[in-house]
Nanobody
């Protein structure tokens, strides 16, 4: 499975961005997809996960609940992350990833990442 992210950029605090992640290749093997982020000097962290078939969503970072929404379009093999009310602490490289086994683990396919910068 190959993943390509897009939609990052520079935005002022309080603004919005929508990230997209297009999957190609053996997409029939995808069980779940997720968005992760890595800020400078910090470990990569999970942000939101979605079950590809049923659409169940998990927001594993409490700081984004109510502000970020993960969704998917099965026909387009694309997962989205709508980010509203952005804060400077949301600044990071955002990655999408795919798991063929589980909603919570085994994310073995990764995109190249897209930079999100939120200015104060």
């Amino acid at each position: 499975v190959q993943l390509v992210e897009s939609g990052g950029g520079l935005v002022q605090a309080g603004g919005s961005l929508r990230l997209s992640c297009a999957a190609s290749g053996r997409t029939f093997r995808i069980y779940a997809m997720g968005w992760f982020r890595q800020a400078p000097g910090k470990d990569r962290e999970r942000v939101a996960l979605i079950n590809w078939g049923g659409g169940n969503t998990i927001y594993t970072d409490s700081s984004v609940k109510g502000r970020f929404t993960i969704s998917r379009d099965g026909a387009k093999n694309t997962v989205y992350l709508q980010m509203n009310s952005l804060k400077p602490e949301d600044t990071a490289v955002y990655y999408c990833a795919a798991s063929e086994r589980s909603l919570y683990s085994d994310y073995n396919s990764w995109g190249q990442g897209t930079q999100v910068t939120v200015s104060s």
